[in-house]
């Protein structure tokens, strides 16, 4: 048969590391003979490479040039308007039997799945170039960093990656040449971008992943929900680590002692505002650093849990960033950031719904529209993003390429609820935590397709991302708990609550430091709480809320339990693991019995 694979064109720009790992090579090989691009270039995210890509991507109108002088090496990217969040409904774990997806997975039988994405794949990239990426998520020396390679037949992949992750030689290089070494296969094309032909396909037996029909981040940047998190959160059960949907942030009193926490928080509910909140005046000489903003991957070592940040940048919602809401998100993406679906100033700049300053008096919307402030379209899409180097947050923490990691003092979960959830409150002990995690819910937001708004749960805010049974993966949560002489104490929080004039109670933001405060001092054993049937509440002495306009209501109001809405709570919490048809572990069901008790129910 003729082999109509084209030639594989030396690496560009990745100097003496070339690729020489034989079954990187037989892979590349077997994808460009079964796409049949017009050629194939290797990827090193250089400075020279990411010049002639956006050079290219101007041409072809896959990016927008800004104002150089308003936003530097900056570039505006307009996804297809049928594509612009994740699409649950089309993401599919693709395990030898269905139990091993799990209830909350959608699964496809791998043999057919395969058969199926091999014909939308057959010529796809005719008369275009495929590229390949080396990457690699966390740091150089990370007992825990995996190597990935791309392929796609996007520019405006290639140009995320190299901000997203750490990619070209370094990833050759840990990669190696042993034929058994592990690495991710992921392959994306965009084909026509229809959503009837969007597949967004994982085999975590293979350590494959196969995304196909859509151009949006979540959907295509194949390290990040894909990599790091569902097959992430497979290979972490198996060889006995965590992969977490958790920003993670150190934090350090006046007198130099620093903690660091990690938070799971549901997508778009605050996880990057947080990570780097820069505290109010009244905590003069506190300090946030960020470690990372969307993803963290734990390991065991002496007896406690350190965590990495697997990625290199952020891939952030952009409405309501202000220098009010994040000034440290607002000076990050200031500069060398790729911005998806903003509206377009008169004058070349960005704008979105919630920037600091008047709305201009007239942009181009997100669709490449007319718009002004008396357009009924938000100018912006609700779900637009920013990619940006996580070295533009003036708030990194220096540890951050630490391959051993950062010791984490508390795990922090959190949904947002209008009603319902305390600001915080603290667990008894590790599986307590587990079953706070293993209950959260949280209202829906733009980051997916769907309905927003409405309550789901979300356990450990990985409901979307979790790569195999969602049964076992608490039974991992509880076994990894037994492994741990010095465990995380694990925190709920709820930002969100309202009063009952449908305002929010909280002022959030820079001032959750104050429940952060109450977190550290937790962990040190110096702050106050008292029992109650959820877990260990502060009563409102227990938080400093000094220099802070709040109505001592609200506060009561924000702290407090109201019986009704927690007997529906627990109700739906037994709901939930019904639903999930009898996978949930033992223990979490005498959880629930404890706390339901708790409640005279
Ligand atoms: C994200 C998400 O983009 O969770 O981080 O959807
Ligand atoms: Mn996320």
Not at 37 to 43: A, D, K
Not at 458 to 472: K, Q, R, V
Not at 546 to 575: F, P, R, S, T
Not at 581 to 596: D, I, N, S, W
């Amino acid at each position: 048969m003729k082999n109509l694979a084209p030639a594989i064109f030396p690496p560009m720009g990745i100097g003496d590391a070339k690729p020489t790992n034989k079954a990187v090579l037989d892979w590349v090989h077997e994808i460009a003979t079964l796409t049949q691009p017009e050629n194939v270039f290797w990827c090193d995210g250089s400075e020279r490479e990411n010049d002639f890509l956006i050079a290219e991507s101007l041409k072809q109108d896959v990016l927008i040039e800004l104002n150089q002088k308003k936003v530097p090496r900056s570039y505006l990217h307009r996804s297809h308007p049928n594509d612009v969040a994740r699409v649950e409904q089309f993401t599919f774990v693709c395990t030898p039997t269905k139990q091993e997806a799990g209830p909350t997975n959608n699964w496809s039988d791998p043999a057919e799945t395969y058969a199926k994405l091999r014909g939308l794949l057959t010529g796809a990239m005719r008369g275009r170039t495929m590229f390949v990426i080396p990457y690699m998520m966390g740091p150089a020396d990370s007992p825990l960093a995996k190597i990935g390679l791309e392929i796609t037949d996007s520019k405006y992949v290639v140009l995320s990656l190299s901000i997203m992750t750490r990619m070209g030689e370094i990833a050759l290089k840990r990669l190696g040449n042993h034929p058994s070494e592990e690495w991710n296969r992921g392959v994306h094309s965009l084909l026509d971008v229809n959503p009837e032909r969007r597949f967004i396909c994982h085999f975590p037996q293979d350590n494959t992943i196969i995304s196909v029909g859509s151009g949006y981040g979540g959907n295509v940047l194949l390290s990040k929900k894909c990599l790091a998190l569902r097959i992430g959160s497979y290979l972490a059960r198996k060889q006995n680590w965590m992969a977490e949907h958790m920003l993670i942030l150190g934090v350090e009193s006046p007198e130099g002692r620093k903690h660091y926490v990690a938070a799971a928080f549901p997508s778009a509910c605050g996880k990057t505002n947080f990570a780097m909140l820069i505290p109010p005046a009244h905590f003069k000489g506190w300090k946030v650093t960020t470690v990372g903003d969307d993803i963290g991957w734990m390991r065991i070592r002496d007896g406690r849990l350190y965590a990495v940040n697997p990625e290199n940048g952020y891939f952030g919602v952009v409405p309501g960033t202000s220098y009010k809401s994040n000034p440290n998100a607002m000076r990050s993406i200031a500069h060398h950031t790729i911005y998806t679906n903003v509206a377009l100033t008169d004058d070349g700049d960005v704008w979105w719904e919630g920037k600091d300053g008047p709305p201009p008096v007239h942009a181009i919307d997100w669709r490449g529209n007319d718009w002004t402030p008396q357009s009924t379209e938000k100018a912006a899409h609700p779900n637009s993003r920013f990619t940006t180097g996580m070295r533009n947050n003036p708030a990194l923490d220096p540890d951050v390429e630490k391959g051993e990691g950062v010791p984490i003092s508390a795990i922090i979960l959190g949904g947002r609820r209008s009603d319902t959830v305390p600001l915080v409150y603290q667990g008894f002990d590790w599986n307590h935590g587990v079953y706070l995690g293993a209950t959260m819910a949280s209202e829906t937001t733009a980051a997916a397709t769907g309905a927003v708004g409405r309550v789901r749960r979300d356990p450990m805010a990985m409901l979307p991302f979790c790569g195999y049974n969602i049964g076992e993966y608490f039974q991992h949560w509880l076994d990894i708990g037994k492994q741990l002489t010095n465990p995380p104490l694990i925190f709920n929080v709820n930002w969100f609550r309202k009063g009952a004039d449908g305002k929010f109670l909280w002022p959030g933001f820079g001032e959750n430091m104050r429940v952060l405060k109450w977190i550290i001092d937790r962990c040190e054993g110096s702050g106050g709480a008292l029992k109650s049937p959820i877990g260990w509440l502060p009563s409102p002495h227990d938080l400093d809320l000094a220099e802070l306009d709040i109505d001592h209501n609200a506060v009561d109001e924000l702290l407090g339990l109201d019986h009704e809405e927690w007997q529906k709570e627990i109700a739906a919490h037994k709901e939930f693991f019904d639903s999930l048809g009898g996978v949930v572990p033992e223990e979490l069901q005498k959880q629930r019995e404890q706390l339901a008790a708790g409640f005279d129910l």
